[in-house]
C-alpha cells in the first residue's frame, strides 16, 4: 500500500484551525515503594525458605512494562538462590513476540531481563502439556518447560484489563490461564471470547493451582506515575484472596485523564509496551470488545500520532483511533499485529484507521470533523500515551472546566500549536 498517494483535499473552514494549547500537570497519589529490592527480600522470606535447597525454580515473567520489573526478577532470583534453590526465567506472555520461543526472548531483553542481567538462564518454549479440563471440556494448558520444575514463582503486575470487567483481571490468576498457557491455551481461552474472562481465568488458575507447583507469586501494584505501590509475596494458597484484592487497589491508583470532557484526544504514541491494547481503553474508553463500560466519557476524535520504539511494529490498537499518519502506518508490523489479535479474536484494534500524510493533515482532520465547535470552543487533549499522563496539554476551551480543580494544574499560557518543518507536530 502505498501511503504516500493518498492526497485528499481538505476544506478547512479557517486558515488556523488549531486551538491554543497550554500545559497541565494531572496531580495523582505519589505513594511508592522506594526500595524495590528491599521489599522483594521482605516479602519473599515470609514465603520460603530451606524447603527450596536443591530445587528447580521456574520464575515466570511477563511481557509488559512493569515497573522495576527487571529489578523484581533479578533480586526474586537472587533470593531463590540465597535460599538454595536453582532458577532459571521462563516467559510467561502467550502469543506475545509473534509466538515464538526468540520473538518472547527478545520482549525480555527489550523490559531489561536477560541472563546476563539476571544471573540466571532463560528457557524459552512455546510447547505446553495439557494439564487438565473445565466442566465443559476445555483443556487447560501450561508451559511445558514450567511444568517439569520443581515448583514456579510468578513476578507479575495487578492491574486493570484492556477488554473485560470481572474481579480478577489482570494478574495473578491470568498469568497462570494465558501467560503460562502460552499461545495454545490463549488460544484456547480467547475463543470463548472476553465475555467469559471474568469466569474463565480463575476458573483455569485455580485448576493450575491444583495441577502444577505453584509456590507464590511476586505481585506489583503501580501508582498513577508507573511506579511501584505496592509489592506483595502471595502464596499460592492466597492467589483467591488476594488477586482480588489487589486488583482493588490497582484501581484505585489508576491513572487517567482528568478533564471531563474531550472533542479531540491527540495520542503521542502507541504500543505493547504502553498497554496490551496499545491505548489502554480504562484511559481512553474504546476498546475492541463491545459493551464493556470503561467509566470514560465519549471522546469524538482519536489521533494516533505514531509508535513506540519498544512495540517492535505491533500496532495493536490503532483500529480504535480515528486518524493516524502515514508514519506511524508505515511501521507497522501486520504479522506480530494479526497474530496477536487473531489469538485475542478481537479484530477492529487490528483495522487502519484514516490515513494521513503528517500530524498536521491528521489534527486538522479531526477538528473539521467535529461539530458545532469553533477554534476557541473545541476541547483538545494531548498525551504521549496512555501511561505518561502527568503532564497533557489541553486547549484552552479546556480551561473553564478545570478551573480551581486541585488535582489539576495549569503551568503557563495558552500559545499556538507549532508544527517543524515535516508537519510533525513539536
Known sequence: ????????????????????????????????????????????????????AGKRIAVAAGSRGIAAIDRVVRTTIEQLKAFGADPFIVPAMASHGGATAEGQIG??????????????????????????KLEDGMPIFFDKIASQSDGVVLCCRVKPHTDFRGEWESGLYKMLAIGLGKHRGAVEIHSHGFTHFHHLIPQVGRVTLQKMPILFAVAVVENAYHQVLKIEGVPAAGFEERDKALQVIAKQHFARILVPRIDVLVVDELGKD?????????VTGRCGSPGVDFGVAPIHRIVVRDLTEATHGNACGLGLADLT????????????????????????????PIVMRDDREAITVAIITCNNVTTETIRV?????????????????????IAGRDDLKVLGAPAPMRFGADNRLI
Do not use: W
Open 325 to 352: 499518519t502515514r508514519r506511524c502506518a508505515e511501521k507497522i508490523d501486520f504479522v506480530k499485529t494479526y497474530t496477536n489479535l487473531i489469538t485475542a479474536t478481537v479484530l477492529e484494534p487490528a483495522k487502519l
Open 1 to 52: 500500500m502505498k501511503f504516500d498517494e493518498i492526497d485528499v483535499p481538505l476544506q478547512v473552514r479557517t486558515t488556523n484551525p488549531f486551538p491554543d494549547m497550554v500545559d497541565v500537570e494531572q496531580r495523582f497519589t505519589r505513594d511508592h515503594v522506594a526500595d524495590v529490592e528491599g521489599a522483594v527480600r521482605a516479602e519473599m522470606q515470609k514465603l520460603a525458605g530451606a524447603s527450596l
Open 274 to 282: 504502553v498497554s496490551g491494547s496499545g491505548m489502554d481503553p480504562n
Open 381 to 401: 487533549v494531548r498525551i504521549k500515551n496512555t501511561t505518561e499522563l502527568t503532564r497533557i496539554q489541553v486547549s484552552a476551551a479546556v480551561l473553564a472546566d
Open 107 to 132: 520482549v525480555l531483553a527489550d523490559l531489561g531481563i536477560t541472563e546476563k542481567a539476571m544471573g540466571a538462564p532463560i528457557r524459552a518454549s512455546m510447547e505446553v502439556v495439557e494439564i487438565g
